[in-house]
């Protein structure tokens, strides 16, 4: 018989914000297989590392980090091949996810590739949006309000169109694109209206008003706006 193939969220970063069933699949563990960069550490990985039992056979998957999408589909191809080989002798294995695994998760990728041929579970996780919300102590929404999440690379004209009709938004990946995001924000006069988040969770958790964030942000930051009387910070 064929094992079972788990996608476990680990949450946004925290050990502890990694929910009871994850840590229990990733501990009993025969086969683990998380994303790491080229040329880098996991940090999916690293999430983990202590309920990872000690013996656990690991599948490391480089991913190159590229605008184009062909060296990273090739990359999830090959990890996809060394998940299936273990599966097919009968072996389970539970996946790595940063955050949760169907929200912008790495693991959809794999389950694309393998769920019609293995059995599937999907341990889900905080998501980087509730922690960031947290983080700012600002409700994300409430009551009839519509919450838009806006992924950074978004063309400027698009974002902008979007971000108007709004009630609610996060914007998702700002990393090289806050410049971009300002602009809109400030053309919209939501700026006073958006607070800044970036590594939430993680000891380098920095929570900032929109406009005194840093002139760069890495790709682990979000902006979160809501368009209420008063603005959060």
């Known amino acids: 018989m064929n094992g079972m193939l788990y996608g476990v969220g680990l949450g946004p970063g925290d050990p502890e914000l990694m929910t009871l069933k994850a840590a229990r699949l990733i501990g009993k563990a025969n086969v683990i297989a998380y994303p790491s960069l080229e040329g880098g550490e996991s940090f999916a990985r690293a999430i983990a590392a202590n309920v990872i039992s000690k013996g656990t056979e690991e599948i490391a998957i480089s991913i190159p980090m590229s605008v184009k999408r062909a060296p990273a589909q090739a990359a999830y191809d090959k990890g996809a091949a060394a998940i299936a080989a273990q599966l097919e002798v009968g072996k389970d294995v539970v996946v790595l996810c940063e955050g949760d695994p169907f929200f912008y998760g790495s693991f959809m990728y794999f389950f694309s590739r393998l769920s019609d041929r293995f059995e599937c579970k999907i341990v889900p996780g905080v998501t980087s949006v509730t922690a960031c919300?947290?983080?700012?102590?600002?409700?994300?929404?409430a009551r009839n309000e519509v919450l838009t999440i806006i992924p950074g690379p978004m063309g400027e004209d698009?974002?902008?169109?979007?971000?108007?009709?709004?009630?609610?938004?996060?914007?998702?990946?700002?990393?090289?694109?806050?410049?971009?995001?300002?602009?809109?924000?400030?053309?919209?006069?939501?700026?006073?209206?958006?607070?800044?988040?970036?590594?939430?969770?993680?000891?380098?958790?920095?929570v900032l008003p929109l406009a005194d964030a840093p002139e760069t942000a890495p790709y682990f930051s979000m902006i979160l706006v809501t368009k209420g009387d008063d603005p959060w910070l």
């Open 133 to 141: 919300a947290a983080a700012l102590q600002a409700p994300l929404t």
């Open 158 to 206: 698009a974002m902008e169109a979007r971000i108007a009709v709004a009630e609610a938004v996060a914007v998702m990946k700002v990393g090289r694109h806050l410049p971009k995001i300002k602009r809109v924000l400030d053309r919209l006069g939501l700026t006073d209206h958006a607070g800044y988040v970036e590594r939430a969770s993680l000891p380098a958790e920095l």
